[in-house]
């Protein structure tokens, strides 16, 4: 069982930034973020694979930047120019998976998942 703790959520004027961290209790090979706007279905924001290759989902790219210290176990997510379309709650998720598979798998294969934390944009 792998426990996973978000921190760094907020209220911010659009064109702000965050810094989201997810602490994960043990390392795993591919982690993520998604996101849940009220009344929307979860969708991918970022993921980050044990080589350090990465995806971002279209919305965010060139504005977020997904990063990891596997040292500490420790997952990042540089949210910039935040618009109010990137309101929603954030979850960290985690999996153990080859590199080609974690930037790829549906997300209803990560089996770890963090409680979530709430991002608000305000225009």
């Known amino acids: 069982q792998v426990q996973l703790m978000e921190s760094g959520g907020g209220s911010v004027q659009a064109g702000g930034s965050l810094r989201l961290s997810c602490v994960a209790s043990?390392?795993?090979?591919?982690m993520a973020w998604f996101r849940q706007a009220p009344g929307k279905e979860r969708e991918d924001v970022a993921r980050i694979a044990s080589d350090g290759r990465t995806t971002y989902t279209d919305s965010v790219k060139g504005r977020f930047t997904v990063s990891k210290d596997d040292a500490k176990n420790t997952l990042f997510l540089i949210m910039n120019s935040l618009e109010p379309e990137d309101t929603a709650t954030y979850y960290c998720a985690a999996m153990n998976t080859i590199a080609p598979k974690c930037t790829m798998i549906q997300q209803s294969f990560f089996p770890w998942w963090g409680q979530g934390i709430q991002v608000t944009v305000s225009s």
């Open positions: 043990d390392y795993r090979t591919c």
